[in-house]
């Protein structure tokens, strides 16, 4: 039987788990919407982290905010992550854009071994080359060799992610929503000033009711990025932080993958376009896949904590 601490640590990780799989289901949300909004790359990623901070503020309430050199270089992660990841959704894809952002498990299994010591077991290496099996099968109707730009800021971006990923985890104890909130203050600052500089090239000039020195907005596109700040990323990235902390970061990054499954299925929902036999069929093997690793890691920290009583 386990002790008292052993079972709150086993409650911990399968809520850890909870945690990170509620994130990515929220994530999935994402694609549709940066497709359906009029604004551009920096408009939408200005906003969205805009209405992200006001809600991690509001649930977090930070009496202070850590800035050590891995919080800093964390932000920088996760401002390129997002900012990229919109980039490439405008430009290429979304099969594409997200297909290539979760390259992330291959940079977070690397350098979670380099950097934290993480162990990576030959079980961890077959779900990902299964995952991936998966995730080709899924998307081999959109994939596409058009659209480079698209595609190579979503290779970054999944870069991006894996980095944060590792850097995230390695915070674990220390306030790792900070990295987020810093983060969001990249990307508004960043954006701002390309916003800015585009609407001083406007004909119709700066001060134009439709330019407003780049941040002019519809009621529409408001709500969409609203949503996309509160629910798709602010939220999200609150709990995936708190699940991180009792997980790997590789695990982590294989829950994630739940992200790319879940986006046709809100397309299904709120578009009607139907899925095609290659992407149900990827879908179950990626499924099958993170399911049997989240079994894994449970059962491992399970037979661990068994031992040690």
Known sequence: MLSPEGKNV???????????????????TGGVLIKSISLNACQISFWRAMFATFTIFAIVKPKQISSDITTLFAAVAYAATLILFVVATKLTTAANAILLQYTAPIYVGLFGWLFLKERVSFSHIVTMGIGFIGMAI???????????????????????????????????????????????????IFCASAMM???????????????????????????????????????????????????????????????????????????????????????AILLAAVAFQSYRTGQ?????EIKGN
């Open 10 to 28: 086993q409650t911990d990780i399968w809520k850890g788990m909870m945690y990170v799989a509620g994130a990515a289901i929220l994530w999935s």
């Open 138 to 188: 899924f998307f081999v109707d959109g994939l596409s060799t058009e659209n480079h730009l698209g595609n190579l800021a979503a290779i970054f971006s999944g870069l991006g992610f894996g980095v944060f990923l590792v850097l995230l985890r390695k915070k674990s104890d220390d306030n790792p929503i900070d990295s987020v909130l810093i983060g969001n203050g990249l990307i508004m």
């Open 197 to 283: 500089f585009s609407a001083a090239q406007d004909p119709r000039g700066i001060d134009h009711t439709d330019v407003l020195y780049g941040f002019a907005i519809s009621t529409a596109d408001s709500v969409m990025v609203a949503f996309l700040g509160i629910l798709q990323i602010g939220i999200p990235y609150v709990i995936f932080s708190r699940g991180i902390a009792a997980i790997p970061a590789l695990d982590a990054s294989l829950l994630s993958m739940l992200e790319p499954v879940l986006n046709p299925i809100w397309v299904l929902l709120f578009v009607g376009e139907i899925p095609s036999f290659n992407a149900i069929i990827g879908g």
């Open 300 to 304: 491992f920290f399970k037979s661990q």
